[in-house]
Structure formats: structure tokens, C-alpha cells
T-cell receptor, first 113, second 112 residues
């Protein structure tokens, strides 16, 4: 069975540009979580969606926004990119808004130059 | 606020020895405690988890214990092997939201 799919796998952007990261959850999963992991750091929770509604918000900069669509995929939009935004961005999905079936995607490595 | 503290930050053991990593959490509403193994540039990989209604869980060489009163949980790896070398993260999840709060990570090195 297909896991959580993230695209693109790698992305290089210049400062002040915008980036869009996509996440396709496991089939029938209705909850999506976004995490940011800087070099040598633990994953930091950014934002989550349950049934297409924002369910929780963490340390997400105002320059970032996200949404979950009718097919449950989610997109993380990042504007005015800064060097410090360079990180691995992981998406995870689960069922029912909780930890059931929690699965991480392979991540998107964003490099801002 | 919600916080998970993890110790030690680095751990070096000889092959065949045991390794223990400890975490404490602050949110009393946390009810799910997974442990992840992460290799460089890869996704966190779930190795074992425990829920708040259980005190101990074991899966072959890996075990996790939970003390709800003290708000701490531990990972035990026995008979370590060089392929166990990686960064290990503990995490805690709230009953209501499912988001994970991670510990700072432990770099485990198993020397052959």
C-alpha cells in the first residue's frame, strides 16, 4: 500500500521566493500534520488539519500558510523565504484526528540560497 | 507549555551491551508515546510506542516503560548491534490533537 507521498523531494529556492510543498496522505486518512526539522534538530510541529479544518497550530511563521483540500491532500505555502527556512519538511497523516496509524512521509528538503 | 526532555544527547555503547534513553514530558493530557529512529536525511521511523493505559511494552530487543505519575518514559535496547546506530527521538502526543512533541534526540553509536 502506498504511504504518505510528499513532493517535491528536493527544492532549491532563492531568498524572498515562494515555495509550495505538497502532501498526499494514506488512503482514508483524514488528518495531516506538518513538521519542520532543521539540521541536527528535532522535528517541530507546524500545523495540522482534520477533515479539511485546521485542528492545531504550532510554531508556524506568519509567512507560511497551509490548507487541506477536499481529497485530503495538503499544501504548505511558504513566502518571503529566508535562509533559516532551509530544513527538512515532513508531513504525516493519521485517522480520526488522533495518533491512529500515524505515518510520516519521506520529507521535502528545502534549501534556500 | 508542552515540552519533552530527552537524555542523554549522545550515547556510545559496545556491541552487545544495552542502551537506555530517558524522556520526561510536561503535559498531563499526553496519552501516546512513540519512539522513532531516524537516519540522516530520512523520515522518522516508528520503532515502538506505548499508550498511557500500559506500563511496559516489549518487541524483541526493544522495550519501553512508562511511569505516568512521574511523567517519564524510557527506551531500552538490549544486545545492541552496529545497525542500531542512529538518532532516536521520543515523542508525546495529546489525546485531543494528535500532534507530536519531540524530545531533543539521542545519537546512539554502537561500536563493533
Amino acid at each position: 500500500a502506498a504511504g504518505v507521498i510528499q513532493s517535491p523531494r528536493h527544492l532549491i529556492k532563492e531568498k524572498r521566493e515562494t515555495a509550495t510543498l505538497k502532501c498526499y496522505p494514506i488512503s482514508r486518512h483524514d488528518t495531516v500534520y506538518w513538521y519542520q526539522q532543521g539540521p541536527g534538530q528535532d522535528p517541530q510541529f507546524l500545523i495540522s488539519f482534520y477533515e479539511k479544518m485546521q485542528s492545531d497550530k504550532g510554531s508556524i511563521p506568519d509567512r507560511f500558510s497551509a490548507q487541506q483540500f477536499s481529497d485530503y491532500h495538503s499544501e504548505l505555502n511558504m513566502s518571503s523565504l529566508e535562509l533559516g527556512d532551509s530544513a527538512l519538511y515532513f508531513c504525516a497523516s493519521s485517522l480520526g484526528g488522533g495518533a491512529a496509524g500515524y505515518t510520516f512521509g519521506s520529507g521535502t528538503r528545502l534549501t534556500v540560497v | 507549555g508542552e515540552n519533552v526532555e530527552q537524555h542523554p544527547s549522545t550515547l556510545s555503547v559496545q556491541e552487545g551491551d544495552s542502551a537506555v534513553i530517558k524522556c520526561t514530558y510536561s503535559d498531563s493530557a499526553s496519552n501516546y508515546f512513540p519512539w522513532y529512529k531516524q537516519e540522516l536525511g530520512k523520515r522518522p521511523q516508528l520503532i515502538i510506542d506505548i499508550r498511557s493505559n500500559v506500563g511496559e511494552k516489549k518487541d524483541q530487543r526493544i522495550a519501553v516503560t512508562l511511569n505516568k505519575t512521574a511523567k517519564h518514559f524510557s527506551l531500552h535496547i538490549t544486545e545492541t548491534q552496529p545497525e542500531d546506530s542512529a538518532v532516536y527521538f521520543c515523542a508525546a502526543s495529546s489525546r485531543n490533537t494528535g500532534k507530536l512533541i519531540f524530545g531533543q534526540g539521542t545519537t546512539l553509536q554502537v561500536k563493533p
